[in-house]
């Protein structure tokens, strides 16, 4: 653990990631305690411009402090961005396992059912899950991880094609252990490094996408996120320009330090990337 750490703080671009997604995820998870009210409250005049008496980043177009709302929605886009790594990291290492590891018939057939969800154009297929779901948390996070295993599955399969035939897994055959405990206690631990690689990767992804469905309405109604804050201010954005800005670049930042963090687990855990 140690040597991860110090080869992946050597990267001053991960070690920056690091530090303002820590952050981000403070206020997230402290903004209940931070400030005194939700982020539907009536605070103010609308559109007041940041830097007004007790509105640091102003207000938006119905009055609602913007650092309140811009603090909530980390919390919204934090959560669908992890959940649904997880669940589709979960889908995508079960069935990729799986397929890389029996082959033939086994393998054919799970990636044609990974096939037909990548034919379909991913957003097009989310914007239909959610819609007959019915949008809202539990939606957006279901969708976004139905459309995003694919992608794990083919990474784990080609790991799991590659390892399967060295010796450490021929040897444990031999002496008689179940594939399933090939699979997870031998094989599995050997292809993690760009699983947690990728999977940070999707983390990003997922905040956009859900900004991206939020910004259409296609969001929780009941939960104020980034992207419903510029979908909300886009008749304001040329008078009151930090009602769209700011949530912009809120996803911008969060995004840049989970890519940069993601490189630096990527150098970190790959040997291939710690010669170059």
Excluded: K
């Excluded at 050597?10 to 690091?18: I, K, L, M, Q, T």
């Excluded at 396992?97 to 969800?117: N, S």
């Amino acid at each position: 653990m140690r040597n991860f750490a110090r080869r992946f703080f050597s990267r001053p671009a991960a070690a920056a990631g690091f530090a303002v997604f820590a952050l981000i995820l403070f206020i997230a998870l402290a903004a209940p305690l931070l400030f005194g009210h939700g982020p539907f409250s009536i605070v103010g005049v609308p559109l007041l411009p940041p830097g007004s008496p007790g509105l640091l980043a102003g207000s938006d177009v119905l009055g609602r402090d913007m650092m309140v709302g811009l603090a909530y929605g980390a919390r919204v886009s934090l959560l669908v961005g992890i959940v649904s790594t997880l669940c589709a990291t979960i889908i995508g290492v079960l069935l990729g396992a799986v397929a890389g590891y029996y082959g033939g018939v086994v393998d054919d057939l799970l990636m044609r059912v990974t096939e037909f969800f990548q034919i379909i154009p991913s957003f097009v297929l989310l914007m239909v899950l959610v819609s007959f779901l019915q949008p809202s948390l539990g939606s957006t996070i279901l969708g976004i991880a139905m459309i995003g295993w694919p992608q794990m599955a083919r990474v784990v399969r080609g790991e799991f094609l590659a390892l399967r035939g060295r010796e450490f897994v021929q040897a444990a055959r031999i002496l008689g252990e179940s594939d399933l405990h090939i699979i997870f206690r031998q094989v599995l631990p050997n292809a993690l490094p760009p699983i947690v690689a990728i999977g940070s990767m999707m983390v990003g992804s997922a905040i956009l996408t859900e900004s991206a469905l939020s910004f259409l309405d296609l969001g929780d109604p009941n939960s104020l996120s980034w992207g419903s804050m510029i979908s909300g201010s886009r008749s304001a954005m040329w008078v009151a320009w930090w009602t769209t800005v700011l949530p912009g670049l809120s996803i911008l930042i969060t995004v840049l330090s989970i890519n940069f963090m993601g490189d630096g687990l990527n150098h970190a855990l790959n040997p291939r990337r710690r010669e170059r």
